[in-house]
């Protein structure tokens, strides 16, 4: 059983830059493919970035490629996320999502664990 936590949400300006930070407790972190999704109100959770196991490969949702970064630390046991340039748009909860499938994972479907979320508001 895989425990997430999400930190580092917040208020900030358009064109700023944020760092979520999903600390996971419980599993062999590095055994897990780890994932960041959003929602907006009103809107369907959707994919934003995922990470393999050991980090070989990452994916992005394509209008995002360019401002959001996705790392991690499996010293840590920690994934990250980027958020450079933000827009108002970007404006949602964050949640991170791992799964010990291969791969990297874009369907919330796919994740077996979840975090509870950090709220990211951008402001115009």
């Known amino acids: 059983q895989v425990q997430l936590l999400e930190s580092g949400g917040g208020l900030v300006q358009a064109g700023g830059s944020l760092r979520l930070s999903c600390a996971a407790s419980g599993g062999t972190f590095s055994r897990y493919a780890m994932g960041w999704f959003r929602q907006a109100p009103g809107k369907e959770r959707e994919f934003v970035a995922g990470?393999?196991?050991?980090?070989?490969?990452?994916s992005y949702k394509d209008s995002l490629k360019g401002r959001f970064t996705i790392s991690r630390d499996d010293a840590m046991n920690t994934v990250y996320l980027h958020l450079n340039n933000l827009e108002p748009e970007d404006t949602a909860v964050y949640y991170c999502?791992?799964?010990?499938?291969?791969?990297?994972?874009?369907?919330?479907?796919?994740?077996?664990?979840w975090g509870q979320g950090t709220q990211v508001t951008v402001s115009s």
């Open positions: 999502a791992a799964d010990a499938k291969w791969g990297v994972l874009t369907v919330p479907g796919e994740y077996d664990y």
């Open positions: 990470i393999t196991r050991l980090g070989k490969g990452t």
